[in-house]
């Protein structure tokens, strides 16, 4: 069963534009998220986190907005960039003694077109 | 910076060799992971270990083991590689403590073809 959901494979934008990439989740344990970034044959590389005690965390081009009610997080990119052009996966968290894990999502390929 | 090593970016095996995958981190990090990343699948978690000479199972452990002697050093051990077993291997580290211990800091990946 899928806790962390990203229901788009991929996203298609126009530079300068805006990107919005979508995550859902089900676990409402879940209190801490993260988004990572991945270019191909590299490792992942943390981006923009936020926690539950927030609805919103903005750094630089990058907002993630959490909708906690919804079970929902999105990562805007303002404006996009070709250098954005990468898998975005979501992630999840929480706090427990003990927790150590990410939960991932599947990623999206976020396309950014000159 | 953190900075996460692993030991190869690309591996050939055959099957039924035994493979070993090092990771090394330098930043004190208490926790350390193993991933496999395939296309449609996003990361799977396969061990991780929150000390020294722990481990714990992750969400697909089968096939797999692991060993931590040291702080800084985490092996993932294929006993007897498949060719299911081809995949994108990803280690991370992660502190321990409610600031730190969310963000996982990944090395470069290796990239394990089974024949």
């Known amino acids: 069963d899928q806790q962390v959901k990203q229901n788009s494979p991929s996203l298609s934008v126009q530079e300068g534009r805006i990107s919005i990439l979508n995550c859902d989740y089900t676990?409402?344990?879940?209190?801490?998220f993260l988004w990572y970034k991945k270019y191909p044959a590299e490792g992942p590389t943390f981006l923009i986190s936020?926690?539950?005690?927030?609805d919103k965390n903005e750094d630089g081009r990058f907002t993630v907005f959490l909708n906690k009610s919804a079970k929902h997080l999105s990562l805007h990119i303002v404006p996009s960039q070709p250098g954005d052009s990468a898998v975005y996966f979501c992630?999840?968290?929480?706090?427990?003694?003990?927790?150590?894990?990410?939960?991932f999502g599947k990623g999206t390929k976020l396309s950014v077109i000159p | 910076d953190v900075k996460v090593t692993q030991s190869s970016r690309y591996l050939v095996k055959r099957t039924g060799e035994k493979v070993f995958l090092e990771c090394v981190q330098d930043?004190?990090?208490?926790?350390m992971f193993w991933y496999r990343q395939d296309p449609g699948l996003g990361l799977r978690l396969i061990y991780f270990?929150?000390?020294?000479?722990?481990?714990e199972k992750g969400d697909i452990p089968e096939g797999y083991s692991v060993s931590r002697e040291k702080k800084e050093r985490f092996s993932l051990i294929l006993e007897s590689a498949s060719t299911n077993q081809t995949s994108m291997y990803l280690c991370?580290?992660?502190?321990?403590?409610?600031?730190?211990?969310?963000?996982?800091?990944f090395g470069p990946g290796t990239r394990l073809t089974v024949t």
């Open positions: 930043m004190d990090h208490e926790n």
């Open positions: 936020i926690s539950s005690i927030k």
């Open positions: 992630a999840a968290s929480y706090s427990g003694a003990g927790s150590y894990q990410l939960t």
């Open positions: 270990s929150y000390d020294v000479k722990m481990k």
């Open positions: 991370a580290s992660s502190l321990t403590g409610l600031a730190g211990f969310h963000e996982q800091y």
């Open positions: 676990n409402s344990m879940f209190d801490y």
